[in-house]
DNA sequence: TTTATTTTTGTAATCGATTACATTATTGAT
DNA sequence: ATCAATAATGTAATCGATTACAAAAATAAA
């Protein structure tokens, strides 16, 4: 019962076991209810012998499909994105859709990379989590595009729907919350400064400062990268600060700046939050771990995966269809250990 | 210099364009030695023109070959594989690979969804890195089955290239420091017991304690799974224990873990590494970064996923060539601040 | 110039599943 | 029992690129 040349079965083949055509097989296999009982049990008894697959190249070109979804995000190192991604994956999964995974940061993409996987042909509709992709990339292609949302980063004036926390609003619960701790002196760590998350949060930041009647000198908005090593860094930079000036209490534009700021100034003789307060953003899985745990800004990574995946798949099935209701995912201030009341000392 | 219909240029397009056959086209792009410079540069102007981009599905369907390989991880959340991706994307792109990603816990694969993903029509081979796939699933296959290798887990007995480190050895090296900094009760924080990588790493730390004359009491062999909530479980065991008779050096079969059971101690005031050493295993990033720094064993994940992705692709491109040599991984017993010499107190 | 060799190009079959359209079988209504 | 309506199945064209084979063009050798 093989199928000839040691090659794999094709539907000719179980066609031809089944006693039916080829179009009967693929019935059968495609719209079971347009078929007898009978023969559909044939079918799927000779492909059970057989042990047929089926081509998905063959079913791709002849659909003008792939079953395909492309997330792009910039660092698969980070460990923000991973939830996200499992978010993403779950629904993908239960609406019968593949992930291909890539990383837009390293190595650097750059056009010919991205033609090359942003492609209807490769795949049906695409997931973006970098909002640095140029706007020319999308704008060279030709013809019929993949589908395509935005999640938790976008690109600033584009159409493309985006699914994301309000950042400026997160920014603002964080500064908030070390304001309402006695804080007068609170500086900031912020993100690569062509992020749009970096900027959101800077303005929130500087929102909630005015708000209250604060300001911020210069010196006590740090330049970071995301990364735990801008954290260090940032560290330095505090510590370089003329003691009476330093700002008592800090706003982080990540979790894992924060980690490494902690973790450095630890290093100093610094103790958090005794002589320094010290709020994240994201709520990664260790926020709750660390020493101290870290007061931080939860945002609902997974769920924020599904909404992206859900409405892009949406927009597969049917692109001129309204798009899926806007949707606000809720944000929270978690306060832990790295944050402490202003005490004069 | 549209094409017809409001569909994507096809070759024909573009072969009208260029006033060449389509064979040309096709040549021109595959192997742009076999056609002249002059109708080369034709066709490129076409291809430029017109917007054309490659029918991936139909390549393939020709082909019999996808250029995509398939990366099968245990947990996509989990931060120790981001990094072995990351070297198996490395390699995979430079070669013109794309890669497809897919978690096996989450949701569990069953034997359907893995043959669906597992399939010579998907993709032209897959890494996997979860030694926990029923072997069954492998061998139910017909046909031609994918060109596969193992990276950091294996099936024991399997005859797959597998890439990893020597765990035993690993182990061996993190118990030795504890013993060799005069630690002689000595517990040991386990991985889930169905997996490769807890086996060996139990049996590497018993072999330290052997050679060094030391035993270890049952209920100094504390279960988990990797997970950072089951380090905080651990703690809650270790607390329970008779103070007397405690482990005064602990050896956790994962940071993560380490992680958890570091800080639940934290909670309950008991101090690492005054009051307990702790050895981690990965050498994960933030190990680095943790109050107090993690002792651990570094183990070069980029490297192993390079290798493995190098393997795989040699196979790919010659499933009979013979296998690239096997490597060793060298481990790095990196000692930071949470071991310390055994003191009576 | 003529012939042999090599390079370049074209024609048309092919990969395997899907589906429009045509045909046959079945069911129900009268 | 007859006809209409519906369900089930089959035939063959099709998706778009690749490539074996054949033909034509260019180059080298005589």
Same mark, same amino acid.
């Given at each position: =019962? ?78 923000? /994105? ?31 990379? /991205? ?32 589908? =395509? ?27 908030? !919350?070390?304001?309402?701790?006695? !804080? ?16 959101? *949060? ?6 909630? %400062? ?15 990268? /995301? ?9 330095? !930079? ?12 800090? /706003?982080?534009?990540?979790?894992? =700046? ?30 709750? !771990? ?19 995946? *859900? ?15 806007? =949707?606000?995912?809720?944000?929270? %201030? ?12």
């Amino acid at each position: =019962m093989k199928a000839k040349k040691g090659n794999l079965p094709r539907i000719q083949d179980v066609a031809k076991m089944a006693n039916v055509s080829t179009a009967t097989v693929s019935r059968a296999l495609s719209f079971p209810d347009r078929v007898s009982e009978k023969t559909r049990d044939a079918v799927l008894q000779a492909i059970e012998k057989s042990g047929y697959t089926i081509n998905q190249s063959a079913r791709n070109l002849r659909r003008g499909g792939t079953g395909t979804i492309l997330v792009l995000l910039p660092n698969l190192a980070n460990s923000f /994105f991973s939830r996200v991604l499992k978010g993403i994956e779950t629904i993908a999964s239960k609406e019968g859709f593949s992930i291909l995974i890539a990383d837009s940061q390293f190595p650097p993409i750059d056009e010919a990379a /991205f033609g090359n996987l942003f492609n209807i042909s490769r795949i049906d509709g695409a997931i973006v989590l970098d909002g640095n992709i140029p706007q020319s990339f999308f704008d060279r292609q030709n013809g019929r595009k993949p589908a =395509m949302v935005f999640a938790c980063e976008w690109i600033p004036g584009s159409k493309t729907a985006a699914f994301h926390i309000d950042n400026i609003a997160g920014a603002m619960m964080a500064t908030d !919350h070390l304001v309402a701790l006695g !804080h007068r002196k609170i500086g900031h760590v912020a993100g690569p400064p062509n992020n749009v998350l970096s900027r959101d *949060r800077v303005t929130g930041f500087l929102q909630s %400062l005015q708000k209250h009647g604060l300001g911020c000198p210069d010196d006590w908005k740090i330049q970071g990268d /995301f990364t735990i090593e801008s954290g260090v860094q940032a560290a330095q !930079h505090w510590l370089s600060l003329n003691q009476e000036e330093r700002p008592t209490a800090l /706003f982080c534009a990540s979790d894992e =700046m924060a980690f490494g700021l902690i973790s450095e100034l630890n290093q100093n003789g610094i103790k958090v939050p005794q002589d320094l307060s010290i709020v994240g953003f994201d709520d990664v899985e260790f926020a709750a !771990h660390s020493i101290p745990a870290l007061s931080t800004i939860h945002q609902p990574r997974r769920r924020i995966g599904e909404a992206a995946a *859900r409405a892009l798949i949406h927009k597969i099935r049917d692109a001129d269809a309204p798009p899926l209701p806007e =949707m606000a995912f809720e944000l929270e %201030l978690i306060s832990r250990g790295s944050t402490a009341p202003f005490s004069n000392r």
